[in-house]
């Protein structure tokens, strides 16, 4: 497809990404056509994830200064990367450049650290939906919210979805149509247990007990972190 | 969760993997609970992946000889896998002594490859289905297919489907609401076109003319791998 314009896409890679946040929509991305595809951090060591393999970043913040589209991924190392101050600043230096400022789950936390959606409509992982106010977004409950040039997914798999969206946005959806078969994007998921509206209690129950296990005082955690960075919560 | 067994996952990783066949099910299954994943290859170099960005091995072949989960994730590098005797040799034996002999996408074709689908039915890539018979199988049009301890899935995507009736054979349907709560999969693909039943006539043609460009004549090409491996097509 030679006649397409060039895209280039910069992930934050960090320790203890929810990897699928990231390699979901770079999938996806990386059927734009003629597009570029970069996983950034602060070195190119191997950068360990929650699912028990690493990923390799491909550029250091450094070698990277714009890109057409920035993409923050979440997980349970966000909550790291809201308190680094380089990482911070590289956020907010991309997202300033970028044509596109997007993020699936918990990484819109970060784009949220780096004052990029302040003043703007959000979704992220709805057990962190109410955090995204403690920095001057307004929460949306949708699994994927534009507003101007912020787009924002809600937890791990809406990656796939969002990008689909963001494939429509920059070549048409005809293109999109063409990668969502593709990836034969045709989803048929066992159980109908994917949002907590839909989820018995029995399984909200066991999620929180899990959550609150691994990362006790996380909300109390980020509003403080909000505070620290200048944010009136 | 001290209690549950462990299990492990070994996923081949090969150059021009399709990397969400992978990331998508290792992401799914690192919440079965104390589990263990790999991704194995020949080194322990980077792995170029369709996506813009390498994977890293964890093991080699001759790190592991066994695993609870054998997974094969598919892309067009699986023509040169199934053509790669040291490749089929490990994928063989794995899948022999493996409890779960599974795949995503075209990676049921290296499975195919190595024997391990003769008298078994089977899913693949919707464009790839009928592939599957050139190595005894029997080609079935579902998005996951279960005979005996085969569990294969279709296209890219339907990794997550799969992973998800993974977990809940392994423990149990409540984990498995759980682990589709914590990924919030609630899909809400933004188009109907990720199934050829559903596509339009124009992205069906704009998939294949991209197809049998990027791999022309890749059915006869398999079809004279399994005749050299014995496979009587």
Chains 1, 2 share one sequence.
């Not at 946040?21 to 999938?27: H, I, N, R, S, V």
């Not at 589209?69 to 911070?88: S, Y």
């Not at 979805?161 to 963001?166: I, K, T, W």
């Not at 070549?171 to 066992?190: C, I, N, T």
Request: with cysteine.
């Amino acid at each position: 497809m030679p006649e397409l314009s060039p895209i280039s896409v910069a992930f934050l890679v960090f320790p203890n990404v929810t990897q699928l946040d990231l390699t979901g929509p770079a999938q996806i991305l990386s059927r734009l056509g003629n597009t570029s595809i970069d996983l950034v951090w602060k070195t190119r060591d191997p950068v360990p994830t929650d699912s028990g393999f690493p990923l390799l970043p491909t550029k250091t913040f450094d070698e990277v200064s714009q890109a057409d589209i920035l993409c923050v991924p979440g997980g349970f190392g966000t909550v790291d990367v809201m308190q680094d101050d380089e990482a911070i600043g590289w956020v907010r230096s991309m997202g300033t450049g970028a044509d596109w400022v997007t993020s699936v789950c918990t990484g819109a936390l970060v784009l949220g650290a780096a004052g990029l959606l302040k003043g703007y409509e959000a979704t992220t992982h709805w057990a962190s939906h109410e955090q995204l106010a403690f920095f001057g977004a307004t929460p949306v409950k949708r699994r994927i919210v534009l507003d101007r040039n912020r787009l924002t997914g809600g937890g791990v798999t809406s990656g796939i979805d969002f990008a689909l969206a963001l494939v429509a946005r920059i070549r048409g959806e005809a293109h999109a149509k063409f990668v969502q078969l593709s990836v034969e994007y045709d989803p048929h998921p066992p159980f109908d247990s994917g949002a907590p509206e839909k989820a018995d209690a029995e399984t909200l129950e066991r999620y929180w007990a899990l959550v609150n296990k691994a990362a006790p005082g996380r909300v109390e955690t980020v509003r403080a972190i909000a505070r620290r960075r200048g944010f009136d919560t």
